[in-house]
């Protein structure tokens, strides 16, 4: 199976339990994966987190969400993913039955700031342990797909290796292969490069637009970096202070081959940057 | 090669070999080799020189335990002066000997030692098993865990060794009474250990785990299971001795045939050197236990982050 010639379809067994291709055309897009719409959630009557908040997400595409600290980023997470259940509105995938949760299979699966890893599995079992709940994969078949994923990750040679024994940024991409592993629709980011020292963060950037290029996986990425924001995504989605709604959305007007280290010092970087940390500061002071 | 850096005992930086290359300044088997024989020699050279005070602790206290009561007029000081309170080390050793040989007309010390090692040893695994489980159970399910939060609270509250008359007069005078005496001990640590490693899970991991689609019993085996069990596992030289304690207590009461019974016959005939010769066998087997539990659970728990716990390992 070559993995970088088609990559869903390389690694997809006959029987895989993984969601088929979208169906019909969603309301704002023909190729939007999964919708939120007018989304308000409260902890508690007096704190509400979101609300009226509606974004889409496109096929292939990765969605930056930044917004001021603590405006309701990671509720939002949890709402899409199923966590939480929104007091109003939807979140809903075109082409499948309007909330038939986010649960019910590996169409989305996340990946957190805190470490995930469980430290009693090696590298290769952590890589493999989101495979285990997909009932019509037999042990084979979820071999050759860890296989893959170590070889794509370049962590081949760290497969029998407990997490304690990997670097930061091994860690990062250990979790980030588990994330993709069950090739979910959508995969959500939640600050997971917030603890990696910069250079390390920046070589990190590159090897999962990468990998989620080639998992043709659609990313929310959730970052208070505005840099990282605009560095991964296709779109830049501006949240307001909490409760979080999104204030705008800016196309980010680089293709997929990016190169991270020289892009930040491109002059359109440096414009979007400044236009986008006029809304975000607004927001910031509003918070 | 993943770089493999840790550090041991005596806080000397040990690293492989390919970690070795990797940090020094400029790389080469030959530099990483001299290097590696460097640490060794500075290791050694660090536990000869621990060892040896160690040494040097031990010789001092028992010349001094063997000749201050010698003293002229020392007897009359103080009672820990006097031979017929703390005996000498000469007569503990030949005690020693006369209790594994059984000669001079002292008892064999085996069958109580054995009987004793095999209730503490069933009353410990019985409670390691069972208040593992319950702890468990209770880390997993909030709801149980509120309901039984007053009751574990009311009963930890009693002292165990309170329990040994009732034990024993249900259970009478028995194996059985002693090992459950050794079990009441020991389940309550067992089970906060449990209970603790299991709630200390980190709530990514189980949501991560229900989004790949992990029951909430799934979970509790898949993840919470081996931190409740590490935490046990760190808690079991502690546990072991707790356990051990327990039922040599229980055998002072209950005057079964163990160790605690010869040791209620030594202080009866006012015997310090049997008295000691017996605490001697017990800490024997006290420490026996407890390095063999060191070495099951280094072996169990290779992937424990000493530095703070696996939970915390990011």
């Known amino acids: 199976m070559n993995i970088s010639a088609s990559p869903r379809a390389g690694l997809h067994e006959p029987g895989d339990d993984v ?133 794509m990750g370049g962590l081949t040679d760290a497969r029998h290796v407990y997490p304690r024994h990997l670097s930061g940024g091994m860690k990062r991409r250990a979790a980030l292969l588990a994330s993709v592993a069950p090739l979910p629709q959508v995969l959500m980011l939640d600050e997971p490069f917030a603890a990696l020292d910069e250079p390390t963060r920046v070589g990190i950037h590159k090897e999962v637009l990468d990998i989620c290029h080639q998992m043709e996986v659609s990313v929310i990425l959730v970052t208070h970096d505005l840099a990282e924001a605009i560095s991964l995504g296709d779109r830049v989605a501006i949240l307001s202070a909490r409760p979080a709604s999104v204030v705008s959305t800016h196309e980010v007007p680089f293709g997929s081959e990016r190169d991270m280290f020289s892009l930040r010092q491109a002059s359109e970087f440096q414009d979007l940057y400044r236009v986008l940390w006029g809304e975000l500061s607004r927001q910031i002071e509003r918070a | 090669m993943i770089p493999v850096a840790r550090h041991d005992s005596s806080g000397v930086r040990e690293t492989d070999g390919a970690a070795e290359a990797a940090i020094a300044p400029t790389p080469g088997a030959d530099r990483a080799a001299a290097s590696a024989r460097r640490l060794a020699v500075a290791r050694r050279r660090h536990r000869i020189e621990i060892h040896s005070w160690q040494v040097v602790i031990v010789v001092v206290v028992l010349a001094a335990w063997e000749w201050l009561p010698q ?48 209730t503490s040893v069933v009353g410990t695994v019985a409670a390691i098993i069972i208040g593992g489980l319950a702890g468990l159970l ?69 949501e991560m785990m229900r989004i790949f689609g992990a029951s909430r019993t799934g979970i509790m085996f898949r993840v919470r299971l081996p931190y409740a069990g590490a935490w046990v596992f760190v808690n079991l030289p502690n546990i072991i001795s707790h356990g051990l304690v327990g039922v040599v207590t229980a055998e002072l009461f209950s005057g079964g045939s163990g160790m605690g019974n010869l040791l209620v016959t030594a202080v009866d005939t006012a015997d310090s050197t049997l008295t000691f010769g017996l605490v001697f066998y017990l800490a024997l087997v006290g420490l026996i236990l407890i390095l063999g539990a060191g070495l099951l659970r280094d072996r169990l728990l290779s992937w424990w982050d000493e530095a703070g716990g696996a939970s915390r390992s990011s």
């Open chain 2, 138 to 206: 209770l880390g997993n399910y909030r709801s149980l865990a509120e309901i039984f939060a007053p009751f574990i609270s009311a009963l930890n509250a009693v002292p165990r060794i309170a329990l040994i008359p009732v034990i024993v007069l249900i259970a009478g005078s028995s194996s059985v009474a002693d090992a459950v005496t050794g079990f009441t001990v020991v389940f309550f640590l067992v089970f906060f250990s449990a209970f603790e490693g299991s709630r200390g899970v980190a709530y990514e991991m189980t």
């Open chain 1, 19 to 151: 969601p088929g291709p979208v169906g019909a055309p969603g309301p704002a897009a023909g190729d939007v994966v999964l919708a939120v719409e007018d989304v308000e959630y409260s902890y508690t009557p007096t704190a509400p987190a979101l609300r009226d908040l509606s974004l889409s997400l496109r096929r292939g595409e990765v969605l930056s969400v930044i917004g001021p600290s603590g405006c309701g980023k990671s509720t939002l997470l949890a709402a899409i993913a199923g966590l939480v259940a929104p007091d109003a509105g939807r979140v809903w995938w075109p082409g499948a039955a309007p909330d038939s949760g986010a649960r019910s299979g590996p169409r989305l699966t996340i990946m957190f700031q805190k470490e995930t890893l469980l430290p009693w599995l090696t590298v290769e079992q952590n890589v493999g342990i989101g495979l285990r709940y997909i009932k019509s994969m037999d042990r084979q078949a979820r071999a050759d797909r860890v296989e893959q994923l170590l070889r």
């Open chain 2, 71 to 118: 003293i002229p007029g020392a007897k009359g000081t103080a009672p820990v002066l006097d031979r017929f309170f703390i005996s000498s080390p000469s007569a503990i050793i030949r005690q020693i000997w006369y209790l594994a040989a059984a000669a001079h007309n002292v008892p064999s010390i085996w069958p109580a030692l054995g009987r004793t090692v095999i």
